[in-house]
């Protein structure tokens, strides 16, 4: 699955209609009301923001949704959800803010906006992988934490904490599941 570590947005305009669309980091959906409030000050003319996110939740599990804010049922949050799902994306938000032109677009015409808008901005996105880490406490003696953060940075693990005493150090680490095998290994 990609992701994305930054915002991205793009506008294009169909029939005079300006669609405005931006794709934003959402890991759990913590971000996705403060973003959405946002674009509603900065763009208190607009006539319609469109939503849709798709986040893993603790489970592990997809959790999506998607709001056609005014627009005709199913013309719009929903052929926006598509795209993050066709593009195999995650833990992101997307909101399209429509100003609307004066042009009625019709059901087909809608989908094909917001639908071009919101790949509009993904083509322009910086798409990374995702990483599924894990936490984890090992045990490591004194003779073997300088190898053992070599290691750590190999497998690109991250030190979360670490408590020493007389004979080594505990380690809190967050990882991906099978590096933090191989470091239990090593």
Do not use: W
Not at 44 to 52: L, Q, R
């Amino acid at each position: 699955m990609l992701t994305i570590e930054q915002d991205f947005y793009s506008e294009i305009e169909i029939k005079k209609s300006k669609f405005i669309s931006y794709i934003f980091p959402n890991k759990n959906n913590q971000n996705f009301d403060i973003y959405l409030n946002k674009l509603k000050t900065e763009h208190y003319k607009a006539k319609h923001f469109v939503t849709a996110f798709r986040y893993k939740n603790s489970y592990k599990q997809i959790i999506e949704g998607s709001s056609d804010n005014g627009e005709p049922r199913g013309t719009s949050g929903k052929p926006t959800l598509n795209v993050l799902i066709g593009n195999n994306l995650i833990d992101i938000g997307v909101i399209t803010v429509r100003y609307f032109g004066g042009t009625k677009l019709g059901t087909g015409g809608l989908v094909s906006a917001y639908s071009d808008a919101i790949h509009s901005t993904i083509k322009i996105s910086h798409l990374i992988q995702t990483r599924d880490l894990i936490e984890s406490e090992l045990f490591i003696n004194y003779k073997n934490i300088t190898r053992f953060k070599a290691l750590i940075n190999k497998f690109n693990c991250f030190i979360l904490n670490e408590n020493f005493n007389e004979t080594g150090a505990f380690f809190k680490i967050s990882c991906e599941e099978q590096n933090i095998f191989q470091l239990k290994n090593y």
